[in-house]
């Protein structure tokens, strides 16, 4: 079995695993609660997609950019949970920023620079949902399955780059793997400590 074979399974797979986590926290806000979701977390998600289309149809991905494709509608779904044109200024300057970390570079610099901005772009949009997870005492809202399955899909992501030789690509997903897993840890702790302190009544 080729190297490409075994990239295009974990790809592949990575496609799959990475629908469960969106799905999820957009169950979760329409069927539970919003609070703690923070909206430029998810509209940057949404921002990056975009690019990953693009990145994928340059190097002939189909895996990448079909992920993109299909995870776009769910990331879509949540951000109209989250009072989009309350918050449409929030929503534009994260394009804003997606637009000066990576397109910019790209355009300048090629690919491989413009997929280390999003490596960046990876710690400044998970921030706000850190800060949430740490500031506010009701994050019901939040998906704590979702963000372990996040880190699950940049897992197999991290192992398709290796494969593929792609260093922007592998440090963008290891660094958006260690950043879920510690807000599936803050998000699952709050949660802890919010049942503790309103017990539901049976």
Same mark, same amino acid.
């Given at each position: 079995m080729s190297t490409s074979t075994v990239a295009a399974a974990f790809g592949w797979s990575g496609i799959v695993v990475g629908l469960l986590p969106t799905y999820q926290q957009l169950r979760r806000a329409i069927k539970v609660s919003t609070n703690g979701i923070a909206i430029d977390t998810w509209s940057i998600f949404t921002w990056i997609n975009f690019y990953w289309i693009a990145y994928g149809l340059a190097f002939h991905g189909v895996e990448v950019w079909i992920g993109a494709v299909v995870? %776009? /509608?769910? &990331? =879509?779904? !949540?951000?109209? $949970? #989250? @009072? /989009? +044109?309350?918050? #449409?200024?929030?929503i534009l300057a994260t394009g804003v920023l997606l637009f000066m970390t990576c397109w910019l570079p790209t355009f300048i610099w090629g690919w491989k620079i413009g997929v %280390?901005?999003?490596? %960046?772009?990876? !710690?400044?949009n +998970?921030?706000? $949902?850190?800060?949430?997870? =740490?500031?506010?005492?009701?994050? &019901?809202g939040v998906s704590v399955q979702a963000w #372990?399955?996040?880190? *699950?899909?940049?897992?197999?992501w991290c192992v398709y780059f290796a494969l593929q030789h792609d260093t922007s690509g592998f440090v963008v997903n290891l660094i958006a793997v260690l950043l879920s897993l510690f807000i599936a840890y803050l998000a699952f702790r709050r949660q802890q400590q919010w *049942?503790? @302190?309103? /017990? !539901?009544a049976i």
């Amino acid at each position: 079995m080729s190297t490409s074979t075994v990239a295009a399974a974990f790809g592949w797979s990575g496609i799959v695993v990475g629908l469960l986590p969106t799905y999820q926290q957009l169950r979760r806000a329409i069927k539970v609660s919003t609070n703690g979701i923070a909206i430029d977390t998810w509209s940057i998600f949404t921002w990056i997609n975009f690019y990953w289309i693009a990145y994928g149809l340059a190097f002939h991905g189909v895996e990448v950019w079909i992920g993109a494709v299909v995870t %776009l /509608p769910l &990331q =879509i779904g !949540v951000v109209l $949970q #989250l @009072e /989009p +044109r309350k918050n #449409l200024k929030r929503i534009l300057a994260t394009g804003v920023l997606l637009f000066m970390t990576c397109w910019l570079p790209t355009f300048i610099w090629g690919w491989k620079i413009g997929v %280390l901005g999003i490596g %960046l772009v990876s !710690v400044v949009n +998970r921030i706000p $949902q850190i800060t949430e997870c =740490i500031r506010e005492k009701d994050v &019901q809202g939040v998906s704590v399955q979702a963000w #372990l399955w996040g880190s *699950a899909c940049n897992s197999l992501w991290c192992v398709y780059f290796a494969l593929q030789h792609d260093t922007s690509g592998f440090v963008v997903n290891l660094i958006a793997v260690l950043l879920s897993l510690f807000i599936a840890y803050l998000a699952f702790r709050r949660q802890q400590q919010w *049942a503790k @302190e309103h /017990p !539901v009544a049976i």
